[in-house]
């Protein structure tokens, strides 16, 4: 018997008496259900220096159109209508645009899986008008429509709506981090700029 086996052998005995499983006491507020959930979201992503904009559902072309100039990424799904109204040159990911394309793009349009309000996160798993991970993480500026019906109080609520063996991507406002100084850097790992409307 080696030394690693003794040991295995003797947390085992210890766990002997306990079981496989054990509960553990999830005591913590799941929902919001007296917060207005949608001002919630809009205040925290502000506080993240994103841009926020509740917009009607005739009112969304109009928004995009304001939000968006020059080549922008489209994934697929993403409802036609959302740019009925933009001066741009959308870039289809189909087929797949490559990581330099992306990069030149002068931003992307997207939909979104839920959003939190208590924590102002967004949360794309890929789904239809969110496309592959790169589409969102490399060009400059990524504008995010949020539906009112999306927005969810807490992070555990948000986790009920979503498949996990998804690849999911949790945005908390642009791309930052800080040095030791605490000098905010903003689009070293993702877009410098974000922008979220949200239709209600």
Known sequence: MTARDDMLARIRAALADHPATPTVPREYHRT???????????ERVADYRATVRRVSPAGLPGAIAEALRGRVVVPAG?????LAAADVEPLHDDPPLSVEELDRADGVVSGCAVAIALTGTIIL??????GRRALTLLPDHHLCVV???QIVGTVAEALTRLDPSRPQTWISGPSAT???ELNRVEGVHGPRNLAVLIVS
């Not at 798993?125 to 969110?130: K, L, N, S």
């Open 178 to 180: 800080s040095d030791i």
């Open 147 to 149: 539906r009112a019906d």
């Open 32 to 42: 919001l259900p007296d917060a207005d959930v949608v001002g919630l979201f809009a």
């Open 125 to 130: 798993d890929g789904g239809t008008a969110q």
């Open 78 to 82: 993403l409802p036609p209508e959302w």
